[in-house]
């Protein structure tokens, strides 16, 4: 067997599970006796970091000296029970406390690097749930000056506005948010001296020889490599959110050009790999959803944190508080059915809700995915929306309004309501025109279904039994939490802690 290239570890993907899993696997591991070992990242595009570098960065591992230094009373137990409140305990109980008892000892490992400086800061779970931690548990970290990472900036995926729009983000600036997640672990990998990290490679195929996956095939534009994983390949390459074909074939809601993956990236190409050696599935028809503002390019934007407005869908009527968590108000959507459109007036100066990336009115005007109009008769006959049942809707609203209580949602009612607020009421007439209508569709952050994983982020094969040498992490394995959203920083906080299990089982059944 000819061999491109030979390492320890290969990993698929460059986002922030992948990362995590690269570092875990370059450095030296003292207290396992074992040096670093040599690590290929592999990300298929020419740039580093996926839905990743898109993201807040929130990093929900719960119970660890973060936490503890930010002094916000949370603990292993509580994290415990408010997620045993939310997904029970049938079939995840295992992972769940793989997880819990992890995260601990990934944050150690993290800062133990002088790259990785991180703070909590908050942001409220999104379940009214035992355990839950009103203000949030989750952590983000520091914004990350560009001379620190060099000629490495220009590896790190762009903020979504710069990527999609070209707009926004002037240059120069702190790398923030993912983009600060992505570029300190890259920062950090380097430094390791023990991994290469291959741009422009996009793993095809996984190699086996007796039972056991001891390598990758992979594409270039220079042609197929085959590059050896005498230890593993970690899969952390994202989910099939891209793929309109597999979408339709698994049944997950909303569309491929609605997802807020970057443009081409995930089109699940590492699970769909695992399957033909035998690896089994689970959770096919999830995603991290979300409410997506129709953008003129087609595509949608995730908006969350509305501060005024009302959605109704097509009878003209609401069906949901509108500032629920983005991935509940995403479900929302996905049983009402189209059309949606979010119902404003000129009290607020724009969009009264956060789009990323940001929606430019004119331009939405124009595209025919903004109505304009002086009455809600009129904008009722631009949407197509019964005008009559619109009407009554927004006068009902606001005199929900005018008591501060939504009787038919109880929108405002919930410490994330009113996070984006600040404080002040989400409950705000709509009665100064002009008024506008914005399209409203089912977008997400990425599917979350793939493949079955054990708590050590071992692929299983469809007899339910690890397959030697093979590791799933990220959206590329099936979430442990279901069709459920617990809090933010769940999908990059569960990515990093399995794909570093995933790492430790290699030292430990190979050293
Ligand atoms: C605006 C926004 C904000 C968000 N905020 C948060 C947040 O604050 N906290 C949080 O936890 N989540 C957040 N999310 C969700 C989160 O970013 C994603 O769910 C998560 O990052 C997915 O991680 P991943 O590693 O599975 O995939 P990705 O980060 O998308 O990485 C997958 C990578 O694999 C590469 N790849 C695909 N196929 C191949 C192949 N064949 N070979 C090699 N490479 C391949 C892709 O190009 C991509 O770079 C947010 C998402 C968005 C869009």
Same mark, same amino acid.
């Given at each position: 067997m000819a061999w491109d290239d030979e390492y320890d570890v290969v990993v698929a993907g460059s986002g922030a599970g992948a990362l995590?899993?690269?570092?875990?696997?370059?450095?030296?591991?003292?207290?396992a006796a074992s040096d670093g070992l040599r690590t290929a990242v592999l990300e298929k595009t020419s740039l580093v970091g996926g839905t990743s570098a898109y993201s807040g960065s929130a990093i929900w591992l719960p119970g660890t000296r973060v936490q503890e230094r930010a002094g916000i009373g949370d603990s292993t137990e509580s994290a415990r029970a408010y997620l045993r409140a939310l997904l029970g305990d049938d079939g995840n109980a295992a992972h769940r406390e793989a997880f819990l008892e992890t995260a601990p000892e990934l944050v150690e490992f993290l800062e133990r690097d002088p790259a990785i400086e991180v703070e909590w800061r908050a942001f409220p779970d999104y379940f009214d749930a035992p355990g839950?931690?009103?203000?949030?548990?989750?952590? =983000?970290?520091?914004?990350?000056?560009?001379?620190?990472?060099?000629?490495?900036?220009?590896? =790190?995926?762009?903020? =979504?506005?710069?990527?999609?729009?070209?707009?926004g983000h002037a240059p120069g600036r702190p790398l923030a948010q993912g983009r600060s997640l992505i570029g300190r672990l890259l920062l950090?990998?380097?430094?390791?001296?023990?991994?290469? =990290?291959?741009?422009?490679?996009?793993?095809?195929?996984l190699i086996v020889e007796a039972g056991r996956v001891v390598g990758v095939a992979a594409m270039t534009a220079e042609g197929p490599v085959r590059l050896r994983a005498s230890r593993g390949v970690l899969l952390a390459a994202g989910g099939f959110e891209s793929s309109a074909e597999l979408r339709a074939l698994r049944g997950v809601p909303g569309g491929a050009a609605w997802t807020m993956a970057p443009d081409g990236a995930n089109t699940g190409d590492a699970i769909a790999a695992a399957m033909r050696i035998g690896a089994s599935t689970g959770l096919l028809d999830q995603a991290w959803f979300c409410p997506g503002l129709a953008m003129p390019d087609g595509r949608a934007a995730f908006t969350l944190g509305f501060r005024g407005g009302l959605i109704v869908d097509g009878t003209g009527r609401r069906f949901a508080n509108e500032s629920l968590p983005y991935d509940q108000m995403g479900r929302r959507l996905a049983s009402a059915g189209d059309p949606f459109y979010l119902i404003f007036d000129s009290r607020s100066d724009g969009l009264p809700a956060i789009s990323i990336p940001a929606a430019a009115p004119e331009e939405q005007l124009a595209a025919g995915l903004w109505h304009q109009a002086d009455t809600l008769a009129d904008l009722a006959a631009k949407t197509g929306l019964p005008a009559g049942a619109l009407a009554s809707t927004v006068e009902r609203f606001n005199g929900f309004a005018a008591k501060g209580v939504d009787e038919d949602f109880h929108r405002g009612e919930d410490p994330y309501d009113l996070y984006f607020t600040g404080g002040k009421p989400c409950l705000v007439p709509v009665d100064r025109p002009p008024y506008f209508a914005a399209k409203i569709v089912l977008s997400d952050l990425g599917t979350k279904g793939g493949l079955r994983a054990d708590p050590d982020g071992r692929v299983l094969s469809g007899a339910g039994r690890p397959i030697p040498g093979l590791y799933a992490a990220g959206n590329t394995s099936a979430s442990f939490t279901g069709p459920v959203y617990p809090g933010p920083g769940i999908p990059i906080g569960t990515a990093m802690a399995f794909a570093y299990r995933a790492v430790q089982d290699m030292r430990r059944n190979q050293s």
């Open positions: 995590a899993g690269a570092l875990a696997a370059a450095s030296d591991a003292p207290a839950r931690i009103d203000m949030g548990r989750s952590f =983000v970290p520091l914004d990350l000056p560009l001379e620190r990472l060099g000629e490495l900036a220009g590896l =790190v995926r762009p903020p =979504v506005d710069r990527d999609r729009t070209g707009r950090a990998i380097t430094a390791t001296g023990n991994a290469d =990290v291959r741009t422009g490679t996009a793993l095809t195929d």
